[in-house]
T-cell receptor, first 111, second 113 residues
Framework: NAGVTQTPKFQVLKTGQSMTLQCAQD?????MSWYRQDPGMGLRLIHY???????DQGEVPNGYNVSRSTTEDFPLRLLSAAPSQTSVYFC??????????FGSGTRLTVV | AQKITQTQPGMFVQEKEAVTLDCTYD???????LFWYKQPSSGEMIFLIY??????QNATEGRYSLNFQKARKSANLVISASQLGDSAMYFC??????????FGAGTRLFVKA
């Protein structure tokens, strides 16, 4: 089915480890973003992209890197995991002047 | 600075009645978009409705309408004829011209039978 695919769905990391959260969309959307959602809170923007080769920082970019080498893929890298990065991570994509299609989320726990 | 405010942490509504969820925003851009999303207890995020800053008419999508008051910088969501399945978190979001999209803190809606 068309949409946004995030992997993995669950992950436990040790403090200091690095990992990449994968995000892929097959709708040819120009715009992609990463958000984190902490318990009982709204979504905070980490990084976003308006097209292949173009990325920019959001509200909470520290500790995360992104790249956008293709229209379809937008991976999020955690450089050195910290307990404060325990959260649910959502990837989303959209075309201009339309709402996001969200992935199902990655639940990350850093111990 | 780009900012979204939802002042109602929780709301109750009787089934079949209408409810309004408040959202105010702040931006210096002339071109922007306003969105509402629903997050059921399952955790998925569902896009509901969009309003562009240059749209003169309020957006409607089925039982959802967006009450857009540009001068007041408000973009309230109106849900008509509430159903039990409408119980969820609702988030207001704003996209500025550069595509950066931020979300409000959300309002939890409880629909009573």
């Amino acid at each position: 089915n068309a949409g946004v695919t995030q992997t993995p769905k669950f992950q436990v990391l040790k403090t200091g480890q690095s990992m990449t959260l994968q995000c892929a969309q097959d709708m040819n959307h120009e715009y992609m973003s990463w958000y984190r959602q902490d318990p009982g809170m709204g979504l905070r923007l980490i990084h976003y992209s308006v097209g292949a080769g173009i990325t920019d920082q959001g509200e909470v970019p520290n500790g995360y890197n992104v790249s956008r080498s293709t229209t379809e893929d937008f991976p999020l890298r955690l450089l050195s995991a910290a307990p404060s990065q325990t959260s649910v991570y959502f990837c989303a994509s959209s075309s201009y002047n339309y709402g996001y299609t969200f992935g199902s989320g990655t639940r990350l726990t850093v111990v | 600075a780009q900012k979204i405010t939802q002042t109602q942490p929780g709301m109750f509504v009787q089934e079949k009645e209408a409810v309004t969820l408040d959202c105010t925003y702040d931006t210096s851009d002339q071109s922007y978009g306003l969105f509402w999303y629903k997050q059921p207890s399952s955790g998925e995020m569902i896009f509901l409705i969009y309003q562009g800053s240059y749209d003169e008419q309020n957006a409607t999508e089925g039982r959802y309408s967006l009450n857009f008051q540009k001068a007041r910088k408000s973009a309230n969501l109106v849900i008509s004829a509430s159903q039990l399945g409408d119980s969820a978190m609702y988030f207001c979001a704003m996209r500025e011209g550069g595509f950066k999209t931020i979300f409000g803190a959300g309002t939890r809606l409880f629909v009573k039978a």
